[in-house]
């Protein structure tokens, strides 16, 4: 069930009651003890504001979030859309704009110290690419408390669409304009300056799409911002979803090519509509997604690699186009996906194949 908070309450109080005199005593003393925190990083963020990072009060600005105010924000309601061991996801409503945004809040317990955060913070909220979902604005509170804030999407995850029978899911045109757009964001942030960025927890649950199915990255570089502990939690719940490489055992160890092979269980999921772990394997089935492909390919069991329906519809000529796509798109999955890191493509291969495959 989803429940309506105030995020004031989620980030201010957390003992004490709920009545209108403590609660103005303790928003003044937060706010006032906030502006303590950040005194000391003030005047080293005013003097980048030329390269698009601007420090207000209690709030480090990026681009997109110019407007954005400290008091807007954590009095904005907001409804819980997504939890994890490290933070809460919400979908809030700023009263000034009259517009929907995403708040991340990361649980003080779960996160690196403030003076530790603030290069990665800096890193995160200058990344820009159509693909990507944008860091707008950072709050960071006098007890630790931090709290991210994204534009908001309205089409949901792509886990959700894949699965709940939205007919778009099956239209090949859209398959590879979704797995495009994925590929170009993880390629920017595996090639951007000043500094490369690993994704490091990519799943399907982590790509966010518009109302024209256009696919934002999510969730990138938060490994960077988490506690050892929080890391290890993030990595085990990666493994229990079927994301994990097999030669993957420390977050700490997280490189490009086990974000491709990340890529490469989203690629199947794509084309198969399956999940990344079968939750009710039979007796002869292999429950992780890439394992169960290699067997359907030794068995021969063909239509077992993509969607039956994905080809309905289709003239002989666009037929015979699409069946060559998916060979060719199914090979590079399954490529992504291999036991072997050394032998996983690069993104940039990557995204070069899929836009051949596509056009």
């Not at 994925?182 to 951007?192: D, E, F, Q, V």
């Not at 490489?245 to 509509?273: A, N, Q, R, W």
């Amino acid at each position: 069930m989803e429940h309506k908070y105030k995020l004031i309450l989620i980030i201010g109080l957390t003992s004490f009651s709920f009545a209108a005199i403590i609660f103005l005593a303790v928003f003044c003393l937060l706010k006032r003890k906030a502006r303590n925190v950040f005194s000391e990083t003030e005047a080293a963020f005013r003097c980048k504001e030329e390269q698009g990072l601007v420090f207000t009060g209690d709030l480090i600005k990026f681009q997109g979030g110019e407007d954005l105010s400290v008091h807007e924000i954590l009095e904005a309601p907001g409804e819980v859309i997504g939890k994890s061991s490290y933070g809460t996801l919400y979908r809030a409503c700023l009263a000034d704009s009259n517009s929907l945004t995403l708040l991340r809040f990361l649980r003080p317990t779960c996160t690196l110290r403030i003076k530790e955060v603030m290069p990665i913070v800096e890193l995160l909220g200058s990344l820009r690419h159509p693909n990507l979902v944008p860091l707008n604005a950072f709050y960071a509170g006098s007890r630790g408390e931090k709290l991210m804030v994204h534009p908001f999407y309205g089409n949901g995850n792509l886990a959700q669409f894949i699965r709940d029978s939205n007919g778009e899911a099956h239209k090949w045109a859209t398959i590879c304009k979704i797995s495009i757009g994925i590929a170009r964001g993880i390629y920017h942030l595996h090639t951007s300056p000043p500094k490369p960025v690993i994704h490091g927890n990519l799943k399907s649950k982590n790509v966010l799409l518009d109302l024209h199915h256009n696919p934002y990255v999510s969730d990138f570089g938060l490994h960077l911002l988490v506690s050892p502990t929080a890391c290890q939690q993030m990595l085990e719940l990666s493994a229990s979803e079927g994301y994990k490489p097999p030669e993957f055992i420390k977050m700490t160890e997280t490189c490009e090519e086990s974000d491709i092979y990340s890529f490469g269980v989203i690629l199947l999921e794509l084309l198969t509509g399956k999940e990344p772990i079968e939750e009710n394997p039979t007796s002869d089935q292999d429950f992780y997604l890439p394992r169960s492909m290699r067997s359907a390919i030794l068995d021969d069991r063909i239509m077992d690699l993509y969607r039956p329906d994905i080809l309905v519809g289709l003239s002989d000529d666009r037929r015979k186009v699409v069946e060559d796509g998916i060979l060719r798109y199914f090979q590079l999955a399954m490529a992504c996906c291999s036991p072997s890191r050394h032998l996983r493509p690069n993104m940039k291969q990557i995204v070069d194949r899929l836009e051949e495959i596509g056009m």
